[in-house]
């Protein structure tokens, strides 16, 4: 009964809008530290973007985006994902319905054939497109349907970290946070990754790794800016042990 008065249009249109703005007031009264200094318009220059995320970090990467850029979001087709998506439409983000799975049974019954196809679209108008790089119950462990997008786009990749000192960290299957304001946080873009057209298995397979350590490189480093630890520094030891 409450599951279904959660997902009610009326209750999440509420919903939405009160987390709005809490995240318009975690992000007027928070300080951010970038790195590399001023990287939202340094990045303008390669537009369209892939912006590559994490699952349960991604709630305040909105934050990062410059006024005026264009920015479309892979939203699931899930309830949880209805809320998100109302919640990125109020903060100027087009969404885009849709998600990957491990197979390709799930895939096109999640709608990702055809998210994929309406995201190339949106890269070919201009649109950057923001979308997090692993699967549910899959934490920091990068699929291959965003190196799949960047190989058919020809676009980058930029792996991308946003967090907050003070903050609330779920213990979710993802470790997802959510900053709290008056504090300081950090916004950390990592190196391109670029993926040839013709890109083979095993270059798939490489740019894949790299988008994996470029995520992982930039959470670690926008964590230390703000003198605290990775919450979901446990999922990362469990996916790579060399780290």
């Not at 699952?55 to 985006?65: E, I, K, P, R, T």
């Not at 990702?112 to 196809?117: C, E, F, S």
């Not at 699929?143 to 960290?169: F, K, N």
């Not at 630890?229 to 780290?243: C, E, N, S, Y």
């Amino acid at each position: 009964m409450l599951k279904r008065l959660g997902r009610a249009p009326l209750v999440q249109s509420l919903i939405g809008a009160l987390a709005v703005s809490w995240l318009r007031l975690v992000r007027a009264t928070t300080r951010f530290e970038m790195e590399p200094a001023g990287f939202p318009e340094r990045a303008r220059a390669d537009e369209p973007l892939i912006l590559a995320m994490w699952h349960g970090q991604h709630f305040m990467v909105s934050y990062a985006w410059p006024k005026g850029m264009r920015v479309s979001a892979l939203i699931s087709r899930s309830g949880d994902g209805e809320l998100n998506a109302r919640v990125l439409q109020r903060l100027g983000v087009e969404p885009i319905r849709g998600s990957g799975g491990s197979g390709a049974g799930k895939v096109r019954k999640r709608g990702g054939v055809a998210a994929l196809r309406e995201m190339l679209r949106r890269l070919t108008d201009g649109s950057t497109v923001a979308l997090t790089a692993d699967v549910p119950k899959k934490a920091r462990v990068c699929g291959e349907g965003i190196v799949t997008l960047a190989r058919m786009s020809g676009r980058p990749i930029y792996p991308i970290a946003v967090v907050c000192r003070w903050r609330i960290d779920f213990r979710t299957w993802d470790r997802a946070s959510l900053g709290l304001p008056f504090g300081r946080g950090a916004m950390v873009l990592g190196a391109p990754v670029r993926v040839a057209r013709d890109a083979d298995e095993n270059a798939v397979e490489a740019a894949r790794l790299a988008v994996e350590r470029g995520l992982n490189e930039a959470h670690a480093r926008a964590y230390r800016l703000v003198d605290s630890a990775d919450p979901g520094a446990d999922l990362v030891a469990r996916a790579d042990p060399a780290i």
